[in-house]
C-alpha cells in the first residue's frame, strides 16, 4: 500500500495568513493526488485533483501543487470559514490511501 | 441538483449484517464509478470499496474482502454496500462518493452511522 505522511496534524494561524501542509508518498504517485476539505461533521469536499487543478466553484486562495512523491496544499490568506481538516488522497493504486489529515484551527 | 443520499445505517450486533443504500439523482448515474468511504469516530478517511460504471467490476480494502459486497442497480440510480461479518472496528459514519473522472471524487453523501455493539 501507498502511505501518505501529511504534515502538520495540526495547524493554528491567523485570519489573512498563508498556510501551507505538505504530503510525501512512501512511493512515486505522479501527479495522482487530490486534497479534500472537510468541516465538523459534515462530508469531505473536493478541493484540488490531479495536484494543482482547483476544483469548480473552490476559491482561488486555494492551491495545490508538486508530483512524484511530494505534494504541497496553500491556503493564501485564510478565511474564518476554512477552519476544517484537510486530506490528501492518492488514487495512484489500489487502494486509494488518504493522509492522516490536517486539522486547521484560527489563532 | 446532484445529490447523494445514503441510508440503512444503524446499531447492529458483532457478527451481523447491514446493506446500506446510496441514491444517486441529478446525474446521470450509470455513466460514474462509484465509492464507498469510512470514517471511524474521531478518525480519518478510509477507502473500503469501489465499482465500475456497470457493475462488472469491483474493488475492496483488504479489511473488509470477503465481508463486504458493493453492488449498483442502475436502473434505480442507487449504490449497495452489503456488509457480513460485522466487527467493532467497522463502527464509522460510510460516505458514498461519484467518481468525477481521474479519480476525482467530486460529490459526496451526507454519510451514514454504522455502529457494531453488543
Known amino acids: 500500500d501507498i502511505q501518505m505522511t501529511q504534515s502538520p496534524s495540526s495547524l493554528s494561524a491567523s485570519v489573512g495568513d498563508r498556510v501551507t501542509i505538505t504530503c510525501q508518498a512512501s512511493q512515486d504517485i505522479s501527479d495522482h493526488l487530490n486534497w479534500y476539505q472537510q468541516k465538523s461533521g459534515k462530508a469531505p469536499k473536493l478541493l484540488i485533483y490531479d495536484a494543482s487543478n482547483l476544483e469548480t466553484g473552490v476559491p482561488s486562495r486555494f492551491s495545490g501543487s508538486g508530483s512524484g512523491t511530494d505534494f504541497t496544499f496553500t491556503i493564501s490568506s485564510l478565511q474564518p470559514e476554512d477552519i476544517a481538516t484537510y486530506y490528501c488522497h492518492q488514487y495512484e493504486s489500489l487502494p486509494y490511501t488518504f493522509g492522516q489529515g490536517t486539522k486547521l484551527e484560527i489563532k | 441538483e446532484v445529490q447523494l443520499v445514503e441510508s440503512g445505517g444503524g446499531l447492529v450486533q458483532p457478527g451481523g449484517s447491514l446493506r446500506l443504500s446510496c441514491a444517486a439523482s441529478g446525474f446521470s448515474f450509470s455513466s460514474y464509478w462509484m465509492h464507498w468511504v469510512r470514517q471511524a469516530p474521531g478518525k480519518g478517511l478510509v477507502w473500503v470499496s469501489r465499482i465500475n460504471s456497470d457493475g462488472s467490476s469491483t474493488s475492496y480494502a483488504d479489511s473488509v474482502k470477503g465481508r463486504f459486497t458493493i453492488s449498483r442497480d442502475n436502473a434505480k440510480n442507487t449504490l449497495y454496500l452489503q456488509m457480513n461479518s460485522l466487527r467493532a472496528e467497522d463502527t464509522a459514519v460510510y460516505y458514498c462518493?461519484?467518481?468525477?473522472?481521474?479519480?476525482?471524487?467530486?460529490?459526496w453523501g451526507k454519510g451514514t452511522t454504522v455502529t457494531v455493539s453488543s
Open positions: 462518493a461519484r467518481d468525477g473522472g481521474t479519480s476525482s471524487w467530486d460529490v
